[in-house]
């Protein structure tokens, strides 16, 4: 079965602080691909990241960066110099090559940035 | 270019009365996907379409249903609406038919509340 674990429901962070989400999943397929969105109040989850399994590059876009180890089937988040417009649900989900776009979503993290 | 639209944005209908979710994807996406997310179970995944035809469906019950339109527009239907349909039903749309890796972009949700 496959599963996506966000163990942190709620983090508090002050403004310019760096803040990392965690990200556990679970599947025993070899492909698959993992996904993080966040999601403002609006409602909209708008897409920040594609990795898939093959792939174990970590990667930065601006404040942003992404940590992905396979040994330990953890995709992780990180915001460098957070701002209050960081402020949201952040979720990780998983998708698997013979399900293509039912993903699997963790339960979320939601984020407040302090000013 | 615009995003996925999705109407109504906010709805209240009564027990026992169905309702009518539409979602127009993005231009030149022909593959939709719904999404229901309560603070319960979190984000669900409830069925895809594509080419006007039901690709894959989540666990949900028959009352729920959907369908696509030649133009890709497509519309999902609660029937027998009970209180814990109350939701944001969140529409996404991929340029391709479900494959392995597609990104799903998504819409600002419709909310609905069952009273």
């Known amino acids: 079965a496959q599963k996506v674990t966000q163990a942190q429901t709620e983090i508090s962070v002050v403004e310019k602080e760096d803040v990392t989400l965690d990200c556990v999943y679970e599947?025993?397929?070899?492909?698959?691909?993992l996904f993080w969105y966040k999601q403002p109040p609006s409602g909209e989850l708008v897409f920040l990241i594609r990795?898939?399994?093959?792939?174990?590059q970590n990667e930065i876009s601006g404040r942003y960066s992404w940590n992905f180890q396979k040994s330990t089937s953890s995709f992780n988040f990180t915001i460098t110099a957070s701002q209050v417009v960081d402020s949201a649900v952040y979720f990780c989900?998983?998708?698997?090559?013979?399900?293509?776009?039912?993903?699997?979503f963790g339960t979320g993290t939601s984020l407040t940035v302090i000013p | 270019k615009a995003g996925v639209t999705q109407t109504p944005r906010y709805l209240i209908k009564t027990r026992g009365q169905q309702v009518t979710l539409s979602c127009s994807p993005i231009?030149?996406?022909?593959?939709v996907s719904w999404y229901q997310q309560t603070p319960g179970q979190g984000l669900q995944f409830l069925f895809e379409?594509?080419?006007?035809?039901?690709?894959n469906k989540g666990n949900f019950p028959g009352r729920f249903s959907g369908r696509q339109f030649s133009n890709s527009r497509s519309e999902m239907n609660v029937s027998t609406l009970e209180l814990g349909d109350s939701a944001l039903y969140l529409c996404?749309?991929?340029?391709?038919?479900?494959?392995?890796?597609?990104?799903?972009?998504f819409g600002e949700g419709s909310w609905l509340t069952v009273v």
């Open positions: 231009s030149g996406h022909r593959s």
């Open positions: 379409y594509f080419s006007e035809t039901q690709r």
């Open positions: 599947t025993r397929d070899t492909t698959y691909y």
């Open positions: 996404a749309s991929s340029l391709v038919q479900a494959a392995a890796g597609n990104t799903i972009y």
């Open positions: 990795r898939n399994s093959f792939d174990e």
């Open positions: 989900a998983l998708s698997l090559t013979d399900t293509g776009n039912q993903f699997y």
